[in-house]
Antibody
Framework: EVQLVESGRGLIQPGGSLRLSCAAS????????MNWVRQAPGTGLEWVSL???????YYAESVKGRFTISRDNSKNTVYLQMNSLRAEDTAVYYC??????????WGQGTPVTVSS | QSVLTQPPSASGTPGQRVIISCSGS????????VYWYQQIPGTAPQLLVY???QRPSGVPDRFSGSKSGTSASLAISGLRSEDEADYYC???????????FGGGTKLTVL
């Protein structure tokens, strides 16, 4: 059974850092595209970052230079390191495994609040 | 403003057919596959349609997707109360080198 479990929720001050984790089971994170997608309160889905099966990272313009996506194949886990956090980064962050076909799974989401 | 444009709301009565549109451009819908997601508030999105018009197993055939040029649409026939949710279209954008989502359409079953 495919499962994605995010962790790293938190209340962070502006300018602070936080690392989110997405532990996968039922498949190998290095074999598929892994995304982070966020949803600010009362708004729609916003794509944040992607790491391809080949290990290439991609970022939304809004987080470029501040966020870093990575993965640990030995732990079958994907990470999102978030630095220089701003109030507008406040959202529920979802981990998404996207195969381009019917293989598309989401974690339960982890809330991040950036506030002083 | 989202790169993909969807109507913010749609509605219908039980049994009716509703169509949700998604408008993009040549760098996203025009060149790449479109995906549709259903999100019940407070839960994670779920894939409804992949590669423009394909349904994952378990998704009722009441849901169907189509694409023409730089636009796509999701049709829901035989509307049921449990279809009340937010619906999002998504595609890869070659110019942005990123995935883009529509702003979402809130479907109300009257």
């Amino acid at each position: 059974e495919v499962q994605l479990v995010e962790s790293g929720r938190g209340l962070i001050q502006p300018g602070g850092s936080l690392r989110l984790s997405c532990a996968a089971s039922g498949f190998t994170v290095s074999s598929i595209y892994m995304n982070w997608v966020r949803q600010a309160p009362g708004t729609g889905l916003e794509w944040v970052s992607l790491i391809t099966s080949g290990g290439s990272p991609y970022y939304a313009e809004s987080v470029k230079g501040r966020f870093t996506i990575s993965r640990d194949n030995s732990k079958n886990t994907v990470y999102l390191q978030m630095n220089s956090l701003r109030a507008e980064d406040t959202a529920v962050y979802y981990c998404n495994a996207h195969g381009g076909d019917a293989f598309d799974f989401w974690g339960q989401g982890t809330p991040v609040t950036v506030s002083s | 403003q989202s790169v993909l444009t969807q109507p913010p709301s749609a509605s219908g009565t039980p049994g009716q057919r509703v169509i949700i549109s998604c408008s993009g451009s040549g760098s996203n819908i025009g060149r790449n596959y479109v995906y549709w997601y259903q999100q019940i508030p407070g839960t994670a999105p779920q894939l409804l349609v992949y590669r423009n018009d394909q349904r994952p197993s378990g998704v009722p055939d009441r849901f169907s997707g189509s694409k023409s040029g730089t636009s796509a649409s999701l049709a829901i026939s035989g509307l049921r109360s449990e279809d009340e949710a937010d619906y999002y279209c998504a595609a890869w954008d070659d110019s942005l080198s990123g995935r883009v989502f529509g702003g979402g359409t809130k479907l109300t079953v009257l």
